[in-house]
């Protein structure tokens, strides 16, 4: 598809159904990411809050390359990929403000959205911890015969943990259905991929085991979901895992307390030249699929879901404090209450 940067080349023309869902899913986590933030500074929630912006066309390109049975798991970055697997964005704010109508009913927070509901196994806090979990919850799928595969996403900080090893060894070995995504944003924290490792093309580490590899423009929504798309047949038809990196950004700090100060200007200018949501708008308007009027429409109507989940978590009443010993074991164990 054309980029804003005006490096052009032939794509299919989508349906507008197909385009429009790529548009809102971004625009949906790109204004609830920007309201998270506002909120954040004006104390309505606590704890860390790490932001997707400038990422959204990985988690879009995602869902429409995979089925809602299929699992994802990802890391704490976890707002965006929540939106795009389907949870509410009323769901997902009350968890941020911690109300018992969250998505993790107010106990996990920005950090450990979940819902079996969605199949969406986590938000985790751990760096790296979702990974051996990713290829636990394939080799639960194969053990059982199903062909659903599960989506494990992780930034470019987790793959210099030693389970990012112990877990491709592992899938590799026993062929396991799970999709690896790295989210390379460039840092992790504060730290440049050249600052930390020789291989920069993380993609590259997946050969240490023979996996599959590759890169995807991450920047790209279109770049996404057409890569992705026989990379997840290979996984689902029982090849085995498969490592992809997604080349992206985000355009915030780690977090909101990180002021990004190792960065310059002109780096964050040359990756909003290629913001994902602008590279859309061009195509949309190169293939005359929409007038300025039905996207201002568009627009519009994301504002409003994301004002309304605001109204929501604001309304929405804080856990009971029995709900401190519920979802802590499966089954019942009433000794625990005596």
Known sequence: MAKTNSTVKEAKVYSKEQVQKWFEDMMLMRRFEERASQLYMQQKFRGFCHLYIGQEAVAAGLETAIRPDDQVITAYRDHGPALARGISANACMAELYGKATGCSKGKGGSMHFFSKEHNFLGGHGIVGGQIPLGAGVA?????????????????????????????LNMAMTWKLPVLYIIENNRYAMGTSVE????????????????????????????DVYEELLPIVEHVRSGKGPYLVEMKTYRYKGHSMSDPAKY?????????????????????????QLFTDEEIKEMEKRIKDI?????????????????????????????????
């Open 195 to 222: 600052r930390t490792s020789n291989v920069t093309d993380l993609y590259k580490l997946g050969r240490s085991y023979d996996m599959p590899s590759k890169p995807i423009d991450g920047m790209d929504v279109i």
């Open 139 to 167: 080799f639960a799928n194969k053990y059982r015969g199903q062909d659903n595969i599960c989506v494990c996403m992780m930034g470019d900080g987790a793959v210099r943990q030693g389970v990012f090893h112990e877990a």
């Open 306 to 338: 994301v004002e309304e989940s605001v109204k929501f978590a604001e309304e929405s009443p804080f856990p009971d404090l029995s709900a401190l010993y519920e979802d802590v074991y499966v089954g019942e164990y009433p000794f625990l209450m005596d």
């Open 263 to 287: 960065r310059t200007r002109e780096e964050l200018n040359k990756y909003r030249g290629r913001d994902p949501l602008a590279n859309i708008k061009l195509y949309m308007h190169e293939h």
